[in-house]
């Protein structure tokens, strides 16, 4: 079984001197290639560096998540363009998108918040069309709102994947009736997300894109501990039982989806 990794971030490895013993567990485990989504200013340098360093093995991408979205956000996102040159180009643009969870208490913080946060998704979905690249798209308790938001950009839809789905059926349907598609998280093994595995039935084996979203959102049966790429297996173990599938059938498809999505070399 081999596995890709379509969604880390592997900066906190590497600083803590663990990258090559992760890289080693996650080999071992049948996961052979890792995407490292950038997210501000402070990781996109290191993961152009980790790339180069494991060619073929590292991807990285770039973009200025929501979170850190501040007064400044304009000056990180005129940077971006330039990683896009050779020699160490990234595989994707993101993530990107809106963040309504993490908002202010203040409700007149949380809205000067939003609109700043609607100007960068805006601007970085203008720069990705012009790049005409893959977009990874962060959704939380948005997904109307994002889905606007690309509806009235220049965007192929077909170039968006909605990272770490934790919407269900009906979200997943119109992400799907517009050409997008959605990566699954170890949320999918949680058992009280039955609206997640709903949506993993509903996209089905043909675009299904899988990811860890590590160090974040550890699947069962390791919940409660540090996340890595090795954990993977659980994740297709599970989607795979929802799809009524054999496991190595489905590793097989989310590879070639995911491949095909990058442009993998």
Known sequence: ???ID???HLQSFKEKGELDAMLARARAAGVSRFITVGTSPEDWVPYREMHAAYPGEIDYTVGLHPCYVDNDWGAAVSQLSTFFMPPHPPVAFGEIGLDFFHLPKDPVQAGEVILQQEAAFKQQLMLAAELDCPIIIHSREAF?????IIDQSDIDW??????????GAEEITQLNQRGACASFTGIATYKSAHNV???VRQQGIDHLMLETDCP??????HRGQSNEPALMPHIAGRC?????IPVE????????NTIDFFQLK
């Open 197 to 199: 595995r709903e949506a």
């Open 6 to 8: 379509s969604h880390c």
């Open 158 to 167: 077909r170039r968006i994947v909605f990272h770490c789905f934790t919407y």
């Open 249 to 256: 059938e489905l590793a097989a498809r989310a590879t070639q």
């Open 240 to 244: 795979a039982e929802v799809l009524a």
């Open 1 to 3: 079984m081999e596995l």
């Open 144 to 148: 109307a709102e994002c889905v606007q």
């Open 216 to 221: 974040y959102l550890t699947p069962e049966p």
